[in-house]
Every structure is written in structure tokens, then in C-alpha cells.
């Protein structure tokens, strides 16, 4: 079989371990982003690190709109992935969107996923009803109007605020960094997807089991997106840490890395 996804999504694989680590990454990030948590988990698991389609070193000119145009594109890459290197069982590690990219991926083909751990998830960005998303529509419509209209200064403005964390700027400006190199307008519709997407009626579909890794002060994914989760997410469980903003893997790697041992231990 052609390693298509291998190349397309720039997938690297490190460590020799029995079972398989993926780590996928959140909006306006790559992998490199993942560079604090692997080193601790390489020499017990075969770490896999990718790029979503148009960020990273992935191949953009492999970006479909139609394919993309909902989070099931994305899960599907993950899924080629899993198949070109023959993973079953493995652990997923998704950041931000990629978690629920992570869960419909386990829910089309659950043989592939032995435990999902999930960084900042949240289901459904709006508010609707009595479920409290963080975002009321017209926010997110004009976060995807001033996003449109200039990326680059709506990057710069809004990655210090997901980052939190404003005693320590070089996050932010990190994260300001990766969200400019990312194709703009791959980047302007993956937003669309992402902060559009309501997966709350996939959750009870999750046969795989679940860690939620929820941050105080996280203005994307708030604790009460959180708590939701882990009530209608089977067989999860809810860990909260100190660490503060959505990005504890840049922010507090060593917290999240004594959650996730604490976890697969």
C-alpha cells in the first residue's frame, strides 16, 4: 500500500515501544507543539506525530473544502494513518478540535484505539439552549468576520487570549507564531468547521475509554464544557488541572504529563 496519509499528513514516528502513541494537534498548531510531552512517553510507546492538512509540512495541495468541511475529514486522515502503519489499540492524544476529531475517528473504527486522552475538548463551541458552549452565535460569527477579513492581525490578537497565561508573553507569541504559518485560507475554513461543529450527539456513540484534561481560566473549552463531557462521554474520566489557558501541553507540560501517566498506568 502507498503511504499516502504518511506523506500527505508528514507523519513521524519515534520510539520502538509495543503500542503506539498518536498525538494530534489543535487549530493554528502543528506538531511541533507536542515537543515537551513526547520525549516522556518515547521509550515506552511508538510516538506517531502528524500535520492536519494545511498546517505544518503537510501537504496542502491535498486540501479537499468538501472533504474538510466537517470534522469527519479530519477523523478519516487520522484513520488512514492508523491503517497505513497497521495501529490497533493505540492511545490518542488530541488537543482542542483534534479531540473531537479523536472521537469520531474511535467511533468509525473503534479497534484502533485502546484510550483516548483529551486536552481542552468541548463538543459544541455555542451556546444552545440550556448547554452553555462558551460562545453565544453572534460571537462566533464575528470571530469568523474579523478572522476572514484579516487573519494575520486576528492572530496575532486572539493566540495570547486562548494561551492565557499573560505573565509568561513568549506562549503567546508562540502561538501567534504557528497560527501565522498556517495557509490562511485552509485556516480561515477549518475555523468555520471547528467552531460550527456540535458533536454532543456522538458522545454517547464512544465505546473507547476517556481522560478529559480540563484547565482553569480556559476560554475556549470552560470547566462547565468539561463537566458536560465527562457526564455524557461513557467511561470517561475528568481530571482538572492547575495549569490555566487552553494550551497546558505548551503551558504546564510537566502537570500533563503526570496526568497522562496517572492515567495509563
Known sequence: MPAVALKRNNVRVLGT???????????GCDQNMWRFITPAFQDQYRIVLFDHVGAGQSDASAYNRGKYGSLHGYASDVLEICRELSLTRAIFVGHSVSAMIGVLAAI?????????????????????????GGF???????LLESLDSNYLGWSSTMAPVIMGNPDRPELGQELTNSFC?????????FARVTFLSDNRADLPKVKTPSLLLQ???D???PEV??????????GS????????????HLSAPEETISAMRGYLC
Open 108 to 132: 468509525a473504527e473503534p479497534e484502533r484505539f485502546d484510550k483516548l486522552i483529551l486536552i481542552g475538548p468541548s463538543p459544541c463551541y455555542v451556546n444552545d439552549g440550556d448547554y452553555v
Open 219 to 221: 476560554l475556549i473549552a
Open 225 to 234: 464544557v468539561g463537566e458536560y463531557l465527562h457526564r455524557n462521554l461513557p
Open 181 to 189: 504559518r498556517t495557509n490562511p485560507e485552509i485556516a480561515k475554513h
Open 17 to 27: 515501544g509495543p503500542q503506539a502513541m498518536i498525538f494530534a494537534h489543535g487549530y
Open 215 to 217: 484547565c482553569s481560566e
Open 136 to 142: 453565544h452565535r453572534a460571537d462566533i460569527d464575528g
Open 237 to 248: 474520566q475528568l481530571h482538572k488541572l492547575n495549569a490555566t489557558g487552553h494550551c497546558p
